[in-house]
């Protein structure tokens, strides 16, 4: 069996390790010039970590990251609504990952080139279309000037090309644009002093104005760490279609950004401060679409943010995209025929990431915080009295058991 991958994505990659460590042969295709380690900080949760680990990665993404130690959930003002142990701490085999989106990215792609040879990434090659009859599919790939570069042929092919896939397009011509809510991001990194543990992760704020802050790396001296930073912000009613192309190539603007900052107090930490220290930062609308009625047509399926992308919310779009990649590879070694594969795939990831899409847009487990903020948008002076410990539990232990990461040892706090 062969597989055509498009996109070199954290999807796309890990999907070409896990085939490869089952003796299925594939072949990836990006349309950018390289696989760039581009990107922010982001989460990797610890049941997408375990099939990392499982795969040899473990001690290189450990070199690259921090291990998340504990998280907490604050109002816009700074009160506690929620605080857990994380990852090892949680109960978990495995850590939660804090890393750089780029070097989580650059682990698994310096992985694919050593165990898969260069050879079988071929950038600058744009899918343009594909076809496919009862042997296999072709598909045909293009470069910027809309010249014929490659023609792939293969058993199967796999969209992981992200929140604009071509193959989902091709699948789902009437889909239209990717929907918007109305929030707008802004994500930076900067070197800055340790606060808390060193290893702590802040979400500050609901769904409709959120600051989140947490070390992603090293930093340049043992008292500072490379620190992430996220503000989530609504600034529309997502009644029209999102602004601008979702993309990290966008440069944030401070005089725009600075004013919905001034809305947060975070006290365990100088947010506003480390904003402003950041050289530059990005910016995109917060965009998803929504759960497709089917993924797989024949010969072709979707993966990862192509199939199922969602609002940055709980920590679980790359996560969810590689734990697609293990339920595919595990039955394509075991399926006796592709399609068959293919469908079984769709059968088991499909209505579990559709659930994630449809939780994400409610706030996912830090609607919690949305919960609280609602009962009690001035403050509160004990958040048991406004919103008790067992319906907070019920909203953030929910939502990771609908995500599959509860962790089987929690310590109240």
Request: glycine share 12%.
């Amino acid at each position: 069996m062969k597989a055509i991958i498009v996109g070199g994505g954290i999807g796309g990659l890990t999907t070409a390790l896990m085939l490869r460590a089952r003796g299925i042969d594939c072949e990836l295709y990006e349309q950018a010039d390289s696989i760039r380690e581009l990107g922010v900080g982001i989460n990797t949760l610890p049941h997408a970590i375990r099939e990392l680990a499982q795969l040899g990665l473990l001690d290189k993404l450990d070199a690259a990251a921090i291990r998340t130690f504990e998280l907490f959930y604050l109002t816009r003002h700074g009160q506690q609504v929620w605080h857990e142990k994380r990852g090892l701490d949680a109960g978990h085999e495995v850590p939660q990952f804090s890393i750089h989106r780029g070097r989580l990215q650059g682990v698994i792609h310096q992985a694919v080139i050593e165990r898969l040879g260069p050879e079988k990434i071929r950038t600058g090659c744009r899918l343009g279309s594909f076809s496919q009859d009862e042997g296999g599919v072709s598909a045909y790939f293009f470069d910027r000037s809309g010249a014929h570069v490659h023609t792939a042929r293969g058993d199967i092919l796999i969209g992981a090309d992200g929140i604009h896939s071509k193959v989902r397009e091709t699948l789902f011509p009437e889909e239209g644009p990717p929907c918007w809510n109305g929030l707008m991001l802004w994500r930076g990194a900067r070197d800055w002093p340790v606060f808390l543990t060193g290893k702590s992760m802040i979400i500050a704020g609901g769904l409709n104005a959120k600051a989140v802050i947490y070390p992603i790396a090293e930093g340049s001296s043992p008292a500072t760490r490379l620190t992430n930073w996220a503000v989530l912000v609504k600034i529309g009613d997502g009644s029209s279609p999102p602004p601008r192309r979702e993309d990290w190539s966008r440069l944030g603007s401070r005089e725009e950004l600075m004013p919905h900052v001034a809305g947060f107090s975070i006290p365990q930490v100088d947010f506003a401060g480390l904003i402003r220290a950041t050289p530059e930062f990005w910016e995109y609308p917060c965009c998803d679409r929504d759960p497709l009625p089917y993924w797989s047509s024949g010969r072709v399926t979707l993966l990862g943010d192509a199939a199922h992308p969602m609002y940055p919310v709980g920590s679980n779009g790359a996560s969810q995209a590689i734990l697609d990649a293990r339920c595919l590879a595990d039955l394509l070694s075991r399926a006796e025929h592709p399609r068959a594969a293919l469908a079984a795939y769709e059968k088991q990831r499909l209505p579990m990431t559709a659930d994630i899409v449809a939780s994400n847009r409610r706030g996912g487990p830090e609607g919690v915080i949305d919960a609280v903020e609602q009962l009690a948008p001035q403050g509160f002076g004990d958040v048991d009295s406004v919103l008790p410990y067992e319906q907070r539990e019920a909203i953030v232990r929910g939502y990771a058991a609908k995500a599959g990461f509860a962790a089987r040892v929690v310590a109240r706090s």
